[in-house]
């Protein structure tokens, strides 16, 4: 699932992210490209809080019905541009693969594991988040 985010840059400041269907959720970056990596994991954090509170975060809308939102429209003729961001949040349970590496691969992966404090799953997990939101 998408959400639609809107990306906005003021002078003088970062840009600036916010999502016309996730109240409350925000991100930043000094760049286009980590404005929009950082939007990845502030929606999937803010999710994520939002339903461990026991509350619901409302469904994606589709990109026609974003641009009927009037906040949407005045951004984007103020500059604003929208973009796609994947919602990359925990299904709440983990599920046993097997995958074929090299070796000489998985040493380097524990090895970076290690370095971070996380186990071989937790990193090729965040690998892999990074890898689909980038």
Same mark, same amino acid.
């Given at each position: 699932? %998408?959400?639609?985010?809107?990306?906005?840059?003021?002078?003088?400041?970062?840009?600036?992210?916010?999502?016309?269907?996730?109240?409350?959720?925000?991100? &930043?970056?000094?760049?286009?490209?980590?404005? *929009?990596? %950082?939007?990845?994991?502030?929606?999937?954090? %803010?999710?994520? &809080?939002?339903?461990?509170?026991?509350? %619901?975060?409302? !469904?994606?809308?589709?990109?026609?019905?974003?641009? @009927?939102?009037?906040? *949407?429209?005045?951004?984007?003729?103020?500059? /604003?541009?929208?973009?796609?961001?994947?919602?990359?949040?925990?299904?709440?349970?983990?599920?046993?693969?097997?995958?074929?590496?090299?070796?000489? @691969?998985?040493?380097?992966?524990?090895? !970076? !594991? @290690?370095?971070?404090?996380?186990?071989?799953?937790?990193? @090729? &997990?965040?690998? /892999?988040?990074?890898?689909?939101?980038?």
């Amino acid at each position: 699932m %998408h959400y639609v985010a809107v990306i906005e840059k003021e002078p003088d400041s970062a840009f600036g992210v916010w999502f016309p269907d996730v109240e409350g959720c925000f991100s &930043a970056g000094e760049t286009v490209e980590e404005a *929009v990596t %950082h939007a990845a994991a502030a929606l999937r954090q %803010h999710v994520e &809080a939002v339903e461990s509170a026991g509350r %619901h975060v409302p !469904a994606a809308r589709g990109i026609d019905d974003v641009l @009927l939102d009037k906040e *949407v429209t005045a951004s984007l003729e103020a500059g /604003a541009v929208l973009f796609a961001v994947p919602l990359l949040a925990d299904a709440g349970r983990t599920v046993r693969i097997n995958i074929s590496l090299d070796k000489a @691969l998985v040493d380097q992966i524990d090895a !970076a !594991a @290690l370095a971070r404090g996380l186990t071989r799953s937790a990193f @090729l &997990a965040q690998a /892999a988040r990074e890898k689909i939101s980038g």
